[in-house]
């Protein structure tokens, strides 16, 4: 009889047992499903406005997020950086990921946020190139495209000075021409050019005044781009019959 009850308390032990892993098991289904949500499409579709971004070393790199057909408050989390991206974080840029609240009342719906990248000035290693990405969320519809290339526009590569516009024209009633010249390229650091007068169908210093090489300084810069100007006087020649030109030459000072 004793054996007969311990064998029964073993029986009912082990169904215990067996009972309480089959429940969590149960949960342990049941705690997978629940991770995964269902999209509310109420909140519209959300997706970058265009597939490629870029910025200036050294400034605020603006990368657009547009929500479509949709309303209601959301948090909309993204990630910078990918493997494979020549742009390294702490280096190129100063953030690394954040989360865009779009917002709604009765009158407005948000449709637009927008991303700061603050990028950093790195000299001399040339452009650069970062993923920005909307991280993955089962709550939220997702249009295209939801990753981003950002290109840094690096500013100290070798710079070029042209003309802007290329050419002039003047009466020989005015008194000076101003003359724009651009730089592109190179403003992270201060730059300069020459720039002399060259005679051609109108004489330096009888329909204008001739310039020898003159230095035109540019200052460091976090723009891609800029530009200086300086003035030719333009002297009055009764004689004058006709159009005449004179030209105007770049150089390295």
Request: hydrophobic share 35%; glycine share 10%.
């Amino acid at each position: 009889m004793m054996n007969h009850q311990r064998l029964v308390s073993r029986m009912g032990a082990g169904r215990w047992l067996l009972l309480l892993a089959l429940l969590g098991a149960g949960l342990g289904l049941l705690r997978a499903e629940d991770a995964f949500a269902t999209p509310d499409p109420s909140l519209g579709s959300f997706q970058f406005s265009s597939a490629t971004f870029q910025a200036t070393e050294g400034t605020a790199a603006d990368v657009v997020v547009t929500r479509t057909g949709g309303s209601g408050p959301y948090c909309l989390n993204y990630t910078l950086f990918k493997a494979g991206d020549t742009a390294v974080p702490g280096t190129d840029y100063s953030n690394t990921q954040g989360c865009m609240s779009f917002t709604n009342n009765s009158t407005s719906t948000d449709t637009t946020k927008h991303i700061l990248v603050n990028t950093l000035h790195n000299p001399g290693l040339g452009d650069k190139t970062l993923t920005v990405r909307l991280s993955p969320d089962s709550n939220v519809v997702f249009g295209s495209p939801i990753d981003t290339t950002l290109t840094i526009k690096d500013i100290d590569g070798p710079p070029s000075f042209t003309f802007t516009p290329a050419s002039y024209t003047t009466t020989d009633t005015a008194t000076t021409v101003q003359v724009t010249v651009t730089r592109v390229g190179g403003s992270g650091v201060a730059q300069q050019v020459s720039y002399s007068t060259i005679a051609g169908t109108a004489a330096a210093g009888t329909d204008f005044t001739g310039v020898p090489a003159t230095v035109l300084p540019f200052a460091a810069s976090a723009l891609p781009s800029t530009t200086n100007t300086f003035a030719v006087t333009i002297l009055r020649n009764p004689a004058i019959t006709g159009n005449k030109t004179f030209s105007v030459h770049l150089s390295s000072p």
